[in-house]
């Protein structure tokens, strides 16, 4: 047996800070912590419709190859045709996932010599994205445009600015108009990444980059699937040109099998569900608003998204307080150092359309009780 005694070292170290990770299975419990936040994940009639779908088409649940092999089912030109008219886009492009566009996006685009300038609390993804490509990268503080005009104001190179329109651990959303004008004052080009924005923001729920109409002012716009939209994969919006260049250098869409048509006709069914839905949009931003206005003994972001944040500082206190609310039938997750920085521990309470009024009041009742 090969020695992986220094994997247990380092698992033990986590283990100490009472950071250590595993699998949760699936329980009964209400759901404040999934990223499903219309529901579709588990709406009968929406999986009916794909389900349909596919049958109707024999659609296949294996691609073949990659889509520059074998991959490449006329579904996902039709698909991404759809999606592009949708959110007001020369081009789309589908890539596996969220990760995998954020990541082929930002190595493929940015070369050496080249800037990139990301706001602190990018997700993951975009991050190693940045790591993996040749540019030099500097952060600038969270939503902070005299940090970032510091920054961009000594550039003088091609530069990228990389941003989320609703940040995932503190659920506030970016300035974007802010942000186009500073690109434009120092001719950078704009990355947002929509993945929490993507279903949820806007009268059909495009996104916050559409709802304030500033599309065309960004290179690029990411959303993914695997949160309000209830499938799975992502596209990368931009132009014709960016579209043949990320089919020429994206390394996480050259050299991986594509989904499957299945999974496509599933994307391409969400498409035609989630704009229709302003009822559930509705009652998700009253149960947002809700929350907002209560009282709670602990430190409160302000959040207009489904991502309502509870700073409760110190790894072992806001696991005790996770543990008390999943034992009160509550499935709500703490968000633990090094995931956040160290003193910035927290809860991450999820809203979804799906949570009624009642759901709410007993998960305020157990907070204020605590």
């Given at each position: ?23 949760k ?5 209400i ?39 074998s ?16 959110h ?27 800037a ?36 961009l104001?000594r ?25 186009i ?38 290179f ?23 579209k ?36 559930e ?7 947002i ?43 709500i997750k ?23 009024f ?13």
């Amino acid at each position: 047996m090969q020695n992986d005694s220094f994997l247990l070292e380092k698992l033990e170290v986590r283990e100490q800070d009472l950071a250590l990770r595993s699998l949760k299975k699936q329980n009964d419990r209400i759901d404040f912590c999934s990223n499903d936040y219309l529901g579709l994940a588990r709406n009968k009639a929406f999986q009916k419709e794909i389900n349909q779908e596919v049958a109707r088409n024999l659609y296949a649940h294996g691609s073949t190859g990659s889509r520059l092999i074998s991959g490449n089912h006329p579904l996902f030109e039709k698909t991404e045709i759809k999606i592009a008219r949708f959110h007001h886009a020369e081009e789309a492009l589908i890539f596996n996932s969220g990760y995998d566009a954020n990541v082929g996006l930002i190595s493929a685009i940015a070369g050496r010599g080249d800037a990139i300038v990301y706001d602190n609390l990018i997700h993951a993804s975009l991050r190693d994205g940045i790591r993996l490509s040749l540019a030099t990268a500097y952060s600038f503080l969270h939503n902070d445009m005299r940090n970032l005009e510091e920054k961009l104001k000594r550039l003088k190179r091609r530069s990228f600015v990389v941003v989320e329109s609703v940040y995932s651990m503190d659920g506030d959303e970016a300035p974007l108009e802010e942000l186009i004008s500073l690109c434009n004052r120092y001719e950078a080009s704009l990355i947002v990444d929509e993945a929490h924005a993507t279903g949820v923001i806007g009268e059909k729920g495009e996104g916050l980059v559409q709802q304030l109409g500033i599309e065309r002012e960004c290179f690029a716009r990411i959303h993914t699937f695997g949160k309000a939209l209830g499938v799975h994969g992502a596209v990368v919006l931009g132009s014709k040109t960016l579209k043949q260049y990320l089919i020429n250098y994206a390394r996480t869409l050259i050299y991986t099998t594509a989904l499957p048509p299945s999974d496509v006709a599933a994307i391409s069914v969400a498409y035609d569900y989630f704009p229709k839905m302003k009822e559930e949009r509705k009652h998700l931003q009253q149960l947002i608003s809700h929350f907002q206005r209560i009282n709670l003994p602990f430190g409160k972001l302000p959040s207009n998204t489904p991502i309502q944040i509870l700073i409760v500082p110190d790894n072992e206190e806001v696991l005790a307080l996770a543990n008390t609310l999943q034992r009160k039938g509550l499935d709500i997750k703490a968000i633990l150092s090094p995931t956040v920085p160290k003193g910035k521990e927290r809860l991450r309470i999820t809203l979804h359309s799906f949570n009624t009024f009642e759901d709410i009041q007993r998960l305020i009742v157990c907070l204020q009780n605590y």
